[in-house]
């Protein structure tokens, strides 16, 4: 009976599993994943389109209901700033 050298055990990082389950960075999939494991806050400036604001204004999303996460966003004429916190679930 012949017997053949097996492979040993490798260990991959956890890049190279990201890389080969997810793709590469820049993929949406990666990206995707990379947002949720790293970051539980985003901060984003957009505009606003069809309305014009004369008064800055501030809201603030305070149950996690509406959207799955805390916001706070502000603006002023056409431009607006939210930053949002999505809290850890309880499982």
């Known amino acids: 009976?012949?017997?053949e050298k097996t492979k040993r055990h490798?260990?991959?990082s956890w890049k190279d599993i990201k890389d080969n389950v997810y793709g590469k960075k820049g993929t949406e999939r990666r990206?995707?994943?990379e947002r949720e494991v790293n970051s539980k806050m985003?901060?984003?400036i957009h505009k606003i389109s069809c309305q014009?604001?004369?008064f800055p204004f501030v809201?603030?999303?305070y149950d996690k209901v509406l959207n799955g996460s805390l916001e706070l966003i502000t603006g002023w004429f056409n431009i607006g700033l939210s930053?949002?916190?999505k809290p850890k679930?309880?499982?």
């Open 42 to 44: 985003d901060i984003n």
């Open 1 to 3: 009976m012949k017997y």
């Open 59 to 61: 809201k603030v999303t």
């Open 31 to 33: 990206d995707k994943l």
């Open 52 to 54: 014009l604001y004369i």
């Open 10 to 12: 490798t260990t991959k």
């Open 89 to 91: 679930e309880n499982e």
């Open 83 to 85: 930053i949002s916190y």
